[in-house]
């Protein structure tokens, strides 16, 4: 059906031409095969359901094991996850889509289980004062406390834009489409954006241009692989939780921003809400961004279709991304289309488990 809603416009990003302004938010669902956090063909059937998307944002992806917070999430460090994503792209690309991966460094919002050597890293060791789910030996998920992270040498930070590069080097060769960066939601590169976080005082912490310089050199290694114009990161500047507060980030980020203007970056991708941490995003601050950075703007938080419409019209983002909404709808392209209504999603089935909750939300029946 057509549609003349903002919603259905054609968008240019980059190289990729989107046929709507709807993106899917990129989610943890914690499916991988284990062991290796390996991708499967349950997870290509999940994402080429949701094929109909402008593009497909793909849950956090750590892009090595220090990388990692939560059990079961999906990695792209080995040759293994590097195949089982082939197999993800290559299911939604048959069934008409685009998809870029969120490459993932967790820094201190991890737990001694998933570290090589027992400890989390991060700019500074400074705890998060937060919860990681992990899944113990006996097969059971618990949400568990964040150990106290060892501040990382400058030989640790070329180590961790090493492992951005290298991931995103198998991205391409996993068959994606692009890369989003995760910059937000309090995991490593926010860590060093803040001062509440970042307390260095060499060449990444104190000064403005100091805490941007961990961010530039990983966004520069990642497009130095998949291409500036295919790559793309996601920013949370209004989260408050897991010790995140900064009274200096709104003028960090938008300094940040015109560095990725300069560099060419395809998109930033704001966070506005994330699940209960939902700040309002100032009209100043949008119009501030635009101003400084002429890449598209995805926008993501507890949007429906009509206030998706009126930010679009307004002229203040690009493209809306929609999480949980896509969770329990696969079409939810169409059903916005047509006005129809929306499936409610199942809580209890977001993490861990089996095709229940995950694959099994079906397309508009009426
Ligand atoms: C189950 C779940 C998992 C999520 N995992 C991620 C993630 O891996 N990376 C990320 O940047 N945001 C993650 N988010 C945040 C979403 O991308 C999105 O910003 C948030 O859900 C608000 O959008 P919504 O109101 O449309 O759901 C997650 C959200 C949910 C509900």
Same mark, same amino acid.
Request: one cysteine or more; charged letters at 20%; hydrophobic letters at 40%.
């Given at each position: 059906?057509?549609?003349?809603?903002?919603?259905?416009?054609?968008?240019?990003?980059?190289?990729?031409?989107?046929?709507?302004?709807?993106?899917?938010?990129?989610?943890?669902?914690?499916?991988?095969?284990?062991?290796?956090?390996?991708?499967?063909?349950?997870?290509?059937?999940?994402?080429?359901?949701?094929?109909?998307?402008?593009?497909?944002?793909?849950?956090?992806?750590?892009?090595?094991?220090?990388?990692?917070?939560?059990?079961?999430?999906?990695?792209?460090?080995?040759?293994?996850?590097?195949?089982?994503?082939?197999?993800?792209?290559?299911?939604?690309?048959?069934?008409?889509?685009?998809?870029?991966?969120?490459?993932?460094?967790?820094?201190?919002?991890?737990?001694?289980?998933?570290?090589?050597?027992?400890?989390?890293?991060?700019?500074?060791?400074?705890?998060?004062?937060?919860?990681?789910?992990?899944?113990?030996?006996?097969?059971?998920?618990?949400?568990?406390?964040?150990?106290?992270?060892?501040?990382?040498?400058?030989?640790?930070?070329?180590?961790?834009?090493?492992?951005?590069?290298?991931?995103?080097?198998?991205?391409?060769?996993?068959?994606?489409?692009?890369?989003?960066?995760?910059?937000?939601?309090?995991?490593?590169?926010?860590?060093? &954006? #803040?001062? $509440?976080?970042?307390? +260095?005082?060499?060449?990444? =912490?104190?000064?403005? %241009?100091? *805490?941007?310089?961990?961010?530039?050199?990983?966004?520069?290694?990642?497009?130095?692989?998949?291409?500036?114009?295919?790559?793309?990161?996601?920013?949370?500047?209004?989260?408050?939780?897991?010790?995140?507060?900064?009274?200096?980030?709104?003028?960090?980020?938008?300094?940040?921003?015109?560095?990725?203007?300069?560099?060419?970056?395809?998109?930033?991708?704001?966070?506005?809400?994330?699940?209960?941490?939902?700040?309002?995003?100032?009209?100043?601050?949008?119009?501030? &961004? #635009?101003? $400084?950075?002429?890449? +598209?703007?995805?926008?993501? =938080?507890?949007?429906? %279709?009509? *206030?998706?419409?009126?930010?679009?019209?307004?002229?203040?983002?690009?493209?809306?991304?929609?999480?949980?909404?896509?969770?329990?709808?696969?079409?939810?392209?169409?059903?916005?289309?047509?006005?129809?209504?929306?499936?409610?999603?199942?809580?209890?089935?977001?993490?861990?488990?089996?095709?229940?909750?995950?694959?099994?939300?079906?397309?508009?029946?009426?």
């Amino acid at each position: 059906m057509m549609s003349t809603s903002s919603l259905f416009h054609p968008l240019q990003l980059g190289p990729l031409q989107l046929p709507n302004r709807i993106v899917m938010a990129p989610m943890t669902r914690s499916r991988s095969s284990q062991p290796g956090d390996v991708p499967n063909d349950l997870m290509a059937r999940y994402y080429a359901q949701r094929a109909s998307a402008g593009l497909i944002v793909s849950e956090a992806t750590p892009v090595s094991r220090q990388g990692q917070g939560y059990s079961f999430t999906p990695g792209i460090y080995s040759e293994e996850q590097v195949a089982g994503w082939r197999r993800v792209t290559d299911a939604v690309h048959a069934a008409g889509g685009r998809m870029v991966v969120q490459l993932w460094h967790v820094g201190r919002m991890s737990h001694a289980s998933f570290q090589p050597d027992g400890v989390p890293v991060a700019p500074s060791a400074l705890s998060p004062d937060a919860q990681v789910w992990v899944v113990g030996e006996d097969g059971v998920g618990r949400m568990v406390d964040c150990p106290l992270p060892r501040a990382m040498t400058v030989d640790d930070i070329r180590a961790v834009v090493g492992d951005f590069r290298r991931a995103a080097a198998n991205a391409m060769r996993a068959g994606f489409d692009g890369v989003e960066i995760h910059g937000g939601n309090g995991y490593l590169l926010d860590q060093f &954006l #803040r001062t $509440t976080s970042n307390h +260095r005082t060499d060449d990444y =912490g104190r000064s403005i %241009a100091n *805490r941007t310089r961990f961010v530039e050199e990983v966004v520069a290694a990642v497009a130095s692989e998949a291409g500036v114009e295919r790559t793309g990161i996601r920013l949370a500047p209004f989260i408050t939780q897991r010790n995140m507060n900064c009274p200096e980030i709104i003028p960090t980020i938008l300094s940040l921003a015109k560095k990725l203007d300069e560099m060419g970056l395809a998109y930033i991708h704001l966070a506005e809400a994330d699940w209960d941490d939902a700040p309002a995003i100032p009209e100043v601050f949008r119009h501030a &961004l #635009r101003q $400084t950075y002429k890449g +598209r703007v995805i926008v993501a =938080g507890k949007y429906d %279709a009509g *206030r998706a419409e009126r930010i679009l019209n307004q002229g203040l983002a690009d493209l809306v991304a929609f999480g949980r909404p896509f969770v329990a709808n696969p079409d939810l392209p169409a059903r916005y289309a047509a006005k129809l209504p929306l499936a409610e999603l199942d809580p209890q089935s977001l993490f861990g488990g089996d095709a229940r909750g995950y694959t099994d939300y079906g397309v508009y029946a009426g």
